[in-house]
């Protein structure tokens, strides 16, 4: 069972830790027909009088393990700095859970920067990868578009690229059900040559990989169904990512503002498909894909829904064993 648990860092968000504790209680419960999670599998990580006193109100614990953790990276922290002088964080205490065998996943809805950080160095990185990629799923095209990097690596070099689109097809393929992922490299034109030293660099081996390459893709292709996974630099991505999800807040607020001025009948739930559409939350956040262990961190303002998603998409990614088929895939193409 402990290769199977996911260590929640419950003090991590912005709503934390009231929202990471009702997640976990939903996660357990069945939800649009899929079972829910055996509480067993849930550890909860962060302060222990404050988590039960919590679980208590809700009406006690139905069978979470707990792992008290005394301090909190605070959203923000310098990564770098907080990770040193906050060594019983309940992000540390995640990472500790999966190096000593207590849990072989976590999820955070923390500082970023600190989980990425401390995930990278304290799990290490699966035989054969270069870097770590942070890998974000949205459904722009009506099906699931993988994007990555996001962040975790905004220099990279042409070999980590590469290994970011054999990364994403293989998570594409085993968690969201594609089965012949397209990857596509983010470029300023589709021509074969286009782009920074860095990107024409990045092309043959893409083309070279064991994936199904599509070539260079523009970002209006990100909308169109074009390829199933999107490889770009983690400044790049953590840009567009950004502009995504802040447009699509922008339009729906400009929407909803002219419903009400000419006193249209449509409330916000009639546009609830258009915001699912930008949001990664509703795929359960990010995989960093590449470290030892299945880390998923999840968005500041994520909600209880959003915790309880995170939750399951560690639970598949770990069931699915694509940490094994990342290796194999290296190891192969």
Same mark, same amino acid.
């Given at each position: ?34 079972? &829910? ?25 139905? &069978? ?7 301090? %909190? ?8 700095? #907080? ?9 540390? &205490? ?23 950080? #401390?995930?990278? *160095? ?91 390459? *599509? ?10 169904? *074009? ?7 983690? /400044? ?13 807040? /922008? ?23 258009? $915001? ?19 880390? *998923? ?18 639970? $598949?990614?770990?069931?699915?064993? %694509? ?11």
């Amino acid at each position: 069972m402990a290769d199977k648990r996911i260590a929640l860092d419950v003090m991590g968000g912005d709503d934390a830790p009231g929202a990471t504790v009702k997640g976990a209680l939903l996660a357990t419960r069945e939800r649009n027909g899929i079972p &829910g999670l055996d509480p067993a599998r849930i550890l909860l990580v962060g302060g222990q009088e404050r988590i039960e006193g919590l679980l208590s109100e809700a009406g006690g614990n139905p &069978g979470f393990p707990i792992q008290h953790a005394s301090q %909190v990276v605070e959203m923000g922290d310098a990564p770098a700095a #907080a990770l040193r002088s906050k060594p019983d964080s309940s992000i540390a &205490g995640c990472v500790g859970a999966i190096r000593q065998g207590a849990a072989g996943a976590l999820v955070s809805m923390g500082n970023t920067g600190a989980c990425v950080a #401390a995930s990278t *160095v304290g799990l290490g990185t699966l035989q054969g990868v270069r870097r770590p990629g942070i890998a974000v799923t949205l459904a722009l095209s009506g099906e699931p578009v993988t994007l990555i990097d996001m962040g975790a690596n905004i220099a990279p070099k042409p070999v980590h690229l590469a290994q970011y689109g054999d990364m994403g097809a293989i998570y594409s393929r085993d968690c969201l059900g594609v089965e012949a992922p397209r990857v596509g490299l983010l470029n300023v034109g589709e021509e074969k040559g286009k782009g920074t030293d860095l990107l024409k660099e990045a092309y043959p081996l893409l083309e070279a990989g064991p994936s199904r390459f *599509v070539g260079n893709v523009e970002g209006s292709d990100i909308f169109r169904g *074009v390829c199933d996974v999107v490889v770009t630099d983690g /400044f790049t991505g953590n840009v567009v990512l950004k502009l995504l999800e802040q447009f699509a807040t /922008f339009m729906l607020g400009l929407v909803m503002g002219e419903l009400r001025e000419h006193q249209a009948s449509w409330g916000p739930e009639a546009l609830a498909k258009v $915001r699912d559409a930008v949001d990664y939350s509703t795929y359960g956040g990010a995989l960093l894909l590449g470290v030892d262990g299945i880390v *998923v961190i999840g968005h500041g303002r994520s909600d209880e829904a959003a915790v309880a998603n995170a939750i399951g998409l560690a639970a $598949r990614a770990l069931d699915a064993g %694509v940490n094994r088929h990342i290796e194999q895939g290296l190891r192969t193409g």
